[in-house]
T-cell receptor, first 118, second 114 residues
Framework: ETGVTQSPTHLIKTRGQQVTLRCSSQ?????VSWYQQALGQGPQFIFQ???????GRGNFPPRFSGLQFPNYSSELNVNALELDDSALYLC?????????????????FGPGTRLTVL | AQSVTQLGSHVSVSEGALVLLRCNYSSSVPPYLFWYVQYPNQGLQLLLK??????LVKGINGFEAEFKKSETSFHLTKPSAHMSDAAEYFC????????????FGTGTRLLVSP
């Protein structure tokens, strides 16, 4: 069983550019969540995709957008890059069995993409 | 809204000593609680989780944590530290209904000296 993979591993961009990060979810998983981890901080939730639709969003501006594809892989797009966007971007996949209470859907994390904005 | 507070950005112990990493949470709904470990330049690895049932949960590498609802705490312990335990540890909370986003604390770096 293949785990969660992310590409690229590292990326350097300049302010104002756009970037696309990619995530392949674990086999059998239908949900992908994206997190931003700034240096020295805990990960912060960006958004989650379930069955190709955004299923929840954290406190991030609209220039952070995403997609989920029919095979449940996902992309994170960031437009108009700012210096503060420099961070480790983590993708986590899970299998959502239902939205009712008491159903735990474990998230499995990929190794991350480290984005540096100069 | 949910939040997590981790007391102490750095904790130093000697090899063989008790490890105690503190985590307090805030949640308006019954929470799921987690501890993750992150080694340098790597992603997050789940150490242990509390979802339902027994409040003392055991995880990998000899770690355990106890969910104390009255104290809103979920402290992580290990009886005897190893050098390989040196890493960053994150406590996280999620709600147990609907879509489950993880809310993380700011992390505690565990330093282990010989």
């Amino acid at each position: 069983e293949t785990g969660v993979t992310q590409s690229p591993t590292h990326l350097i961009k300049t302010r104002g550019q756009q970037v696309t990060l990619r995530c392949s979810s674990q086999s059998g998983h239908n949900t992908v969540s994206w997190y931003q981890q700034a240096l020295g901080q805990g990960p912060q939730f960006i958004f989650q995709y379930y069955r190709e639709e955004e299923n929840g969003r954290g406190n991030f501006p609209p220039r952070f957008s995403g997609l989920q594809f029919p095979n449940y892989s996902s992309e994170l797009n960031v437009n108009a890059l700012e210096l503060d966007d420099s961070a480790l971007y983590l993708c986590a996949s899970s299998h959502t069995r239902g939205l009712a209470g008491g159903v735990y859907n474990e998230q499995f994390f990929g190794p991350g993409t480290r984005l540096t904005v100069l | 809204a949910q939040s997590v507070t981790q007391l102490g950005s750095h904790v130093s112990v000697s090899e063989g000593a008790l490890v105690l990493l503190r985590c307090n949470y805030s949640s308006s709904v019954p929470p799921y609680l987690f501890w993750y470990v992150q080694y340098p330049n790597q992603g997050l690895q789940l150490l242990l989780k509390y979802t339902t049932g027994a409040t003392l949960v055991k995880g990998i590498n000899g770690f355990e944590a106890e969910f104390k609802k009255s104290e809103t705490s979920f402290h992580l312990t290990k009886p005897s530290a190893h050098m390989s335990d040196a890493a960053e540890y994150f406590c996280a909370v999620s709600q147990n209904t609907g879509f489950q986003k993880l809310v993380f604390g700011t992390g505690t770096r565990l330093l282990v000296s010989p």
